[in-house]
Each structure stands twice: as structure tokens, then as C-alpha cells.
């Protein structure tokens, strides 16, 4: 393959070949990598997989020039390198296409992808040949976009594209994406995915990093899994199920990773919405949720299953009949809803959930400060004792109490999130994109805690847009399209045949 | 055998890097001191240090305010502006005289200043937060707003107080001392200590913090962001009251240029003080330690002749630039 892909570049340059041997990481006297041999063929895309804190990142950011490792060597085209930085490793023809958005969002598409090496006529901008420059790499992606559009104007998924973009502008021979898709909808993913193929075609290589196991299927030629910093196999990838990714990643038996829940049976809802309307997000939704019961709401990002929850609870203005208990309530803001026992945990956990540059302590007893005071004065000592029974209970793990939110994993931000809405003692807990960007590990934690609660007799709403894990875990599912509720599925009819039916509207005959 | 180096190496730096944020001013003011001891022989005694304390009285106490506002991530430049405007209706209340008693007068003025600078806060507040109007503009709007009015009330003149009773009575608020120390010092520390307790023992204070940190963050825990923010303005005109209330016995007196340029000295002291402006910390003993750091720069520079005194406000402005870098040296070195 590697040779066939060589013979279509287009000069007479030799195939691109990157190695490491033995190249290990150390951050204040603890390795984070150990000993990685890795090899990257010419022509190949090549996934990196691993739970959080298994090194990938730091691996990727060692072979993008961004970091110097402490032991090791970078072989390129068999010569040794030392990468002196990112601009350097760019020179070399590695790029890396960051997971996050880096564009200027008031800039054009075209001023973006030039950023920092415009073209020039003399002294002056060339912004006829930057326009038509742009245009033309966004089109070899295969997309649309208009040169001369503001950024911010775009899509995520655009703005991505526009990344990409930028980031193929350099003569390249290795391509690395940091989880491009953890914000995509299944189309744009797919038209992602035919991107990185045509890289591929081109004869550069690409180092794929990503937490979805089956579009790693869908792309890879070859799997390397990190594990606590070690490389524990590299696999030709059409030798492994994703069922047997996760296992190298987790070095266990995954199989289990849903709990036993048993539903509900016919009781009375707890919580009843009816005609719900959030302006420009979803309209005359309905629903109703039991007493123990965990129900799924699934559907395309931007379907407005996050924005309906918000104006449930009243931190979007939403108009609507809402019954709890059977009696009608309304929620003019979030305190109101807390008050009446409804938690929303954000999906958007650094943003909307903790405050990364406090500690601990401070975020978890954040929405419950009136209990841990008495008038307005603080108990410190009482928040201490609820910081120690929140990191027993929820398995946060932190090597000590005094951090800052900011500094633990992904996986303890999000107990720690849940810890801190906990404290609310809610009757129902809605909790939107659960498991985003947290290892299997914890998932499975994250799992039966849902189940536990629903068994313990709390309702549970959960939004997701990993279909498994919704039909892991639900007893029902709500599906959302375009800010409507398309339909409901529960027993036999819970898989992903029926979900996407729904949630895409392919076939029938209105398509959103 | 790892686990005690991983769990041990990370903390000791976290807690240095708290540390030196935390301490830094107080080095700074530390290093001054000793620094002015060389300047002048009589820079080191109790009464030129009494007396530096008793001058930087109003900007450490507007400055206290300004650590609300700046922690819950606001701002407000129209405080200079405020104290013109709030002391020259304090004369003009004192002079219009509907009071016998000149005690009973004091007290009533007193009043009056709280009131209107709490009122004055309200506004700035609300502008913000209701009118969503960006901290800087809104209060760079009032800034004018107080001032013109200011000027209106003197008619470009000055605003004296005229009952030689009532000044009488007055007089030792500034002047005078208990314990031999001035009761401008007290009022800085009171004001100090109470502010440190409402904002590092209340849930009021947590709030002002979380706001300052991640507005959305606070507005999901059920916070509400108006609320808090507005009331940071209110303690804000709170405190401008109260730096009034030490000021008007001093000259007795208010022009359209009194407070002039305060916004900027009060600014300086919360950042110099090791107060984030980007919001979500806040250091009420350092502010005040800034305020001092202020104060004692301008009394080296006055004691020692090497540089013009006419320099000051060059050499303040200098000082907020300086502070801001080590700032962000020391947010680096994490």
C-alpha cells in the first residue's frame, strides 16, 4: 500500500516515514510515557486509542514539535531529528490539527487559512490570490464555503473544516487529528472521515486520535493502544472489533459495562411537560417521566434536546405546561426548578458546570451554599466534611484536596459535577452528555451511579448522542429532530436502526 | 513508592505558586519600607508612617469597594467622579442648615453620603447588569455623569461647607486620634476587616467569586448573576460613602475636580494588592497593602528630593503596569 501511495505523489521525494524508539516523557519526575517504539507508514492513517491520561496527547504533542521528550529518539525518513518547536515540525511537513477551535472569529474564511503567511504583492495584501487560495483548499475538502464569510458565522462543523483546511495548506507528509469529531454530527463525522481518506490517497499519513471505537474501525489501516503511558499493541485494524479495542484500552474485560436496571412499572408521572416551546430551539415538545425511571432523550447535535431541558428547568425563557407531581408548576429561573428537586447538570462540564480556577471544595458546595451556612456565614468546617464524603462516595480521585477543578481529569470533573447537584438532593437529575470525553473506566462508574439513583427512586433524564449508551442504559428513549420530539422508543424497538430513522428522518417523507 | 512522589511533587509547587500571589505585596510594601529608611531619617517613624496611613485612608477604602466589583469581574472608572458628586451634596445638605444641632447635622450628612452612594453604586449596577451595558463604558458614562453634575452644583467653583459649628464638630473625624491613631486608620482597617468577612466567610462573598470566575458556571448553580453583580456596586458606592465621610472634614470643602483621577489609584491598589481583573479572586489585605504601597511611594518620593514630586502620577501609572507583569510572571511560573 505504502508503495502504491508513494507512486501517486506527485514528485520524486521518498515516502514519508516517521519512527520513535524507545521516547519517554517525564513531567516533574513522573513518566507519563514509556519507552514508545511507534511507527507511521507513508499512505496509512494510523489511530492512536487509550483511555484519558494514557499519553496520547502528550505522544501527539511530542511528535508535533510542541513538546521535547526526555528520553528517545524521532527518526524521519531513518535520519534523527530533534523538532525545535511546532514550526519546525511544520518545515518537516507534520501537522497537527488541533481539537480545538484556533480561528479568528471575526476574520474571513480566506484571512484564517493565511494567517501568518499571507500573500503579498510588494508591501501589499494579495487578497484576490488568498481568496481564491482558500477557496480552493476548502473545496478539495469537499465543501462549500465562501472565502470571504466571517468565521464566526459558521458552523462548528465548517469552522472545522476551515481548520483542516489551514492546516493541509503546508506541504504535508503527516497529517495528526486530535479528536476531530468529539463535536460533529454523524454527517459531518462522515464527511470528515472522507477527508481523511483522501490525505491518505495523496500517499501523507495520517495519525487519527479519537475515543469512538467503531469509526476507528471505519478509517484505520493500522491501531496503536496506549495504556498508563506504555504502548501496549499496534494492530493491523482489520484484526480488531472495537469490542476488543476497548479491551486493550481498559487491560480488562469490558463486556459489562451497562448496568441491570429494572423499569419502572405503570405508576403516575412524576414530571409532565407539555406544549414546551424554547424559541428558536424546539417546539410544542411533550413528554413524561416516571417515578425511578431513566429516560433517554436522543437525537443530532442541535436537535434542541440540550436548549428544551434548559428551558425546562428555567435557564432559557421557554413557554409550556409544566406539571410536577400532577400540579401544575411554572420555573421562571434555575432556583425555582432546584427549589422543586430538578437538577440540569451541563453537558458543557468546564464551562457551564465548574469553576476550573477554583478548588474543590468551593465547587462542590456552589448550588447548595444556604446549607452549609448559617445566616450568611460560611461553616468551613461542614463543607470540608462534604468534601470527604463526596470524594468517598463518588470515587473522585485527586491526589489532594486542595486543587483546583481545573487540574483534575475529565472523568473527576464530572463526579465532581455530579457530587456537587447531588448535595441539591434532587428528585429528578437531568444529566446532558454524561460520559463526553471520559474514559471507559469511569463511564461504566457514571453508568451504574444512573442506574443506582433510578433504583433508589429517582428520576433520571439523560441526553446523549452516543446511541449505546443511551440504549445501555435508558428505559425509554425520546427522540428530538430539528427542535421536535419525532418519536419514542422502548423495549425491542430500542436500537440504532430505529433511533437514527428518527433522529435523521431519512426515510420518511418530511426530511428536516 | 511512586505514588508518594506523584501525590507530593505537584502540591508543594501549587502551594508556592499560592503563596507567592498571595504574598508578593506584602514583600513589595516590606521592601519599600526599607527602601524609604535610607530616603529620609525621619521616613521610619511612627508619625510619618501614621500620617502615610491617614492620606491613603480614601483610596484604600474606595479601593476595598473596587475589590467587589473587580473580583465579580465588573468595573467601575466613575468613582473619582462619585466622590466629587456625593461630597458636594453632603456640603450642600450641611449648608442648606434645616438641622439646629451641629452634631445632629454631621450625622444626618453622614447618612445623607451613604444613601446617595449607595444610590450612585445602584445605578452604576444596574446599568450593567440590566442594561448589559459593558462595565467599562457604563461607568465611563457615569464617570462623566457625576462630574458634569459635579460642576453644575459648584458652578465651576468650589463647594464650601460654611457653618463654622458644623466643621467644628466635624473636624476631628480627620484629625484626630484614639490610642494615637488617627481615626482614618481605624476607619481603613474596619472597613477592611469587615469587607475580608463578607467576602471570604459569606455565601454572598463565595457568590462574588463564582460570578468573577465563570459567569455561566454561577448562573447554572443557581446564582443569580444580576443580583450579585449589582450589589458589588452598591458596596462599591457603599465604600465611596465612607471615604466621604473621612474626606469632607479634611478640606471641607469640594471643586469640580475633586477625586480627580482616584479611579486610577483605586485600580492600582486592587491590582498592586494581587486582585485578578479578569474577576475571580479577590484580596481585600491586599488592596489595602496596594493603597499603602501608593502612599508610600509618593512620601519617599516627596522625602528624598532625588525625583520631582510632579512625577507621581507617572510613577503610579507605572507602578499598575509593573504590578500586572508581575502578575502574569508569577501566573507563568505555574
Redesign the interface.
Known sequence: MSTAAAAQRPSGDPAPFMASEGLSMAF???EVLKNIDLNIRAGEVHAIIGENGAGKSTLMKILSGHLRPTRGTIRIDGEPIALSGPVDAEHRGIVLVHQEILLAPDLTVAQNIYLGRELKKGFVLNDRAMNEGAAKAVRNLGADVDPVQTVGRLSIARRQLVQIARALLVPHRIVIFDEPTASLTPVETDALLKVIDDIRRSGAAVLYISHRLPEVKQIADRVTVLRDGRLIATRDAAELEPIDMARLMVGRDVSKLYPDHVPPGDTAPILEVENFDVPGYASNASFALKKGEILGFAGLVGAGRTELMEGVVG?RTGRGKIRLNGKPVTFG???NS?AAGIV?L?E?RK????????DLR?NLT??S??K??SG???DSAREKTALDNAIGEFDIRT??K??LAGQLSGGNQQKLLIA?MMLLKPGIVIIDEPTRGIDIGTKEQIYKFIADLAASGKSVIVISSEMPELIGICDRIVVMRSGAIVGEVSGEHMNENEIVVLATGVTTSEVA | M?DT???K???R???RDVDLRAVAPFVALFLLLVLGSFAHDNFLTTNNLLNVMTRSAYIAIIAVGATFVISAGGLDLSVGAMVAFVASLAIMFMNAGSIASPLGMVLAAMAVMVLIGMACGLANGLITTIGKIEPFIATLGMMGVYRGLTTWLSQGGAITLRNADVQATYRPIYFESLFGIPYPVYAIFVTGAIAAFVLY????G??V??VG??E?????????VERVRTLTYVIQGLCVAIACLIYIPRLSSTTATTGMMWELQAITAVVVGGTALRG??GRIWGTICGAFILEIVGNVMLLSNVISEYLLGAIQGAIIIIAMLVQRWLVRKS
Open positions: 516533574g519526575g513522573i435557564l429561573n434555575v432556583r432546584m440540569y451541563s458543557d464551562g457551564k458546570g465548574l469553576l476550573l480556577q477554583q468551593t456552589l448550588a451554599l444556604n452549609f451556612a450568611m456565614v460560611i491526589r489532594n486542595d486543587l456537587k | 511512586t512522589t506523584t501525590t511533587a505537584p502540591s509547587s501549587f502551594w466567610r459569606t455565601s454572598f463565595r457568590h467569586i463564582a470566575s465563570n455561566d458556571v454561577a448562573r447554572y448553580s443557581g446564582i443569580s475571580g479572586v
